[in-house]
């Protein structure tokens, strides 16, 4: 049975193009960049190619694209790097909702080496305030680090504002772009952002490659030090493969933006109109508004989100839940708790994400089977309510 995939922000399927495109790197053109010969001229070649098709997609010189081996290694990069650079500067800010690749690296930094850390609160819809963002800068603020849309809830921070903000106070600012890159257009020329991270694996190419956007002049010590590659900001062979197969995504992706932005959205919130009406006490959860277009938090009230995702799956349906089981216990998310979100609710979130493989057909298996999950959990429920 083919799945129907709704977790596209844990990642996504390789486009055939991408494959297609990639294939050749691994068994004819397999040479090392670095090389003198032929061989290592075709792969420099096309990870040059590669360059320029991601900074395509960010509107930015090539020269400013880092290739990583993840969303994680460029968030990590950014981080360590501004830091090592300005050591006398021991503030940083962020905010509740990031993903744990910057949330635990500047708790990293506040625990191991003493940094003071604001993590900024969000609001009811996970919307952050500006005029807290701006009060918190510090003289010896070094790096505020803010993500563009949550993974959890798809809500987008005002990525221009922000950077207004923190650039008029002349700090450095990196963005988790994660899941925004492919999703909404993002122009370099009209974001004043100095580090923006992205990744391979949630635009329809490979896992195991990212990038970072270095923009021109900001000072970025190498994260992984060795070898000269990547212009001597990143050693280690660069993996060719995987760079063309994320430069290929890249571009399919700005061909395909415009297009997923209508029919991704129209069917997520056909998804979400049907679960809503289908479903008591079903609740979205982050700003609609403001929100990525393939994705939908929804809150499934007096349920443990886990159980949902277990009968789902009998059914042929990936989707994610909003706890994570740590130590035996069902801890609701941190993006969900830090919108306030009451437990009853936040166990039972469930977050559908979509991609430009969804079909209605899809979609509607699960408008046509959830509500009788939902009511069946619920007579069993606890809670003894509906
Ligand atoms: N940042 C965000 C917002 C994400 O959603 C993810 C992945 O889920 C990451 C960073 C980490 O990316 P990667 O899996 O490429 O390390």
């Given at each position: ?117 604001t993590e900024l609160p969000v609001d009811a819809k996970g919307n952050l ?114 760079i063309v197969g994320f430069g290929k995504a890249c571009e399919l992706a ?133």
């Open positions: 049975m083919k799945p129907i995939y709704l977790d596209n922000n844990a990642t996504t399927r390789v486009a055939d193009e991408v494959v297609e495109a990639m294939m050749p790197f691994f068994t004819e053109q397999y040479g090392n960049p670095s090389s003198m010969y032929a061989l290592g001229g075709e792969a420099g070649h096309a990870t040059r190619h590669a360059r320029e098709q991601v900074a395509a997609l960010l509107n930015c010189s090539p020269d400013e694209i880092l290739f990583t081996s993840c969303g994680t290694e460029s968030d990590n990069t950014s981080i360590h790097g501004v830091l090592e650079v300005a050591p006398a500067k021991r503030h940083l800010i962020t905010s509740r909702v990031e993903h744990p690749a910057v949330r635990t690296t500047c708790r990293y930094f506040r625990e191991q080496h003493g940094y003071a850390l305030s500006l005029s807290e963002l701006e009060s918190s800068l510090r003289d010896d603020t070094a790096l505020v680090s803010i993500m563009h849309a949550n993974n959890e809830t798809g809500v987008i921070f005002p990525l221009e504002e922000i950077a207004q903000i923190v650039k008029s106070h002349g700090v450095i600012l990196h963005t988790d772009a994660v899941q925004t890159a492919g999703k909404l257009s993002l122009d370099m020329q009209k974001l004043p952002v100095d580090l923006l991270a992205i990744s391979g694996h949630k635009l329809h190419a490979p896992k195991g490659i990212g990038a970072l956007y270095v923009r021109r002049g900001t000072k970025l010590p190498p994260y992984l030090k060795g070898g000269h590659q990547e212009s001597g900001k990143r050693a280690g062979t660069e993996n060719v493969p995987y700005m061909q395909n933006m415009e297009k997923e932005n209508t029919s991704v959205k129209a069917l997520r919130d056909k998804l979400q109109a049907g679960l809503l009406t289908g479903c008591q006490n079903a609740y979205v959860n982050g700003d609609e508004t403001h929100r990525l277009p393939n994705t939908a938090n929804i809150s499934f009230e007096f349920i443990e989100g886990e159980s949902i995702l277990l009968l789902l799956d009998t059914l042929g349906v990936c989707a994610s839940s909003g706890s994570a089981c740590t130590s035996g216990s069902l801890e609701p998310s941190h993006v969900l708790r830090a919108m306030g979100v009451p437990f009853t609710r936040a166990h039972g979130s469930i977050r559908f994400s979509l991609s430009r493989y969804t079909t209605e057909d899809e979609v509607n298996v699960v408008i046509e089977k959830l509500p009788a999950i939902i009511e069946r959990l619920r007579s069993m429920s606890p809670f003894g309510r509906k």
